[in-house]
């Protein structure tokens, strides 16, 4: 395997465990009267703002571990198209419908579960995603770019 497939694959892991222990950390700090509108399993402003912020934050990690073990410019632009098409492939299947009826009644106390089942996000959230994650990639491997010198191609 070359420097520049694990430079990706290790990228991506490094996503995902960020994502997954901010958001965790964040569920289990704020619960789901903060996570979502009152009453509902609409997903709230808050938590909305917090998702995006967790998600840029995350791909600038990856982009950084990706430039730091590819040690090349072109591999992170490669992995944040990936993760760009990827991404709309996600939300594409994702995105609420227009004229959806009103989110389902939420009870008081809801597991995680409920809430990765039940949350519907905006559409402003799912159709952002996969560009906030792509920039955040191209930025990590940018700021990477200054710590360790890129070998060059020929």
């Known amino acids: 395997m070359t420097r520049e497939s694990i430079g990706v694959i290790v990228g991506y892991i490094t996503i995902t465990l960020v994502v997954l222990a901010a958001l965790t950390t964040a569920w289990l700090?704020?619960?789901a009267d903060l996570a979502f509108a009152?009453?509902?399993?609409?997903l709230s402003t808050l938590?909305?703002?917090l998702t995006v912020a967790v998600n840029i934050i995350a791909a600038?990690?990856?982009?950084?571990?990706?430039a730091a073990l590819s040690r090349t410019t072109k591999t992170p632009v490669i992995f944040a198209i990936i993760v760009f098409t990827l991404g709309v492939?996600?939300?594409?299947p994702a995105l609420p419908p227009r004229?959806?009826?009103p989110p389902a009644p939420r009870p008081d106390?809801?597991?995680?579960s409920d809430a990765l089942t039940n949350g519907r996000q905006p559409r402003w959230v799912v159709l952002s995603n996969p560009v906030t994650v792509a920039a955040g990639i191209l930025l990590g491997a940018a700021?990477?770019?200054t710590w360790v010198r890129p070998r060059s191609r020929a």
């Open 47 to 49: 938590w909305a703002a």
């Open 109 to 112: 106390r809801i597991t995680m």
């Open 143 to 145: 700021l990477m770019r």
């Open 60 to 66: 600038i990690a990856g982009g950084s571990v990706c």
């Open 89 to 92: 492939l996600v939300a594409i």
């Open 38 to 42: 009152p009453t509902v399993y609409q």
């Open 29 to 31: 700090t704020l619960g």
């Open 99 to 101: 004229d959806e009826s």
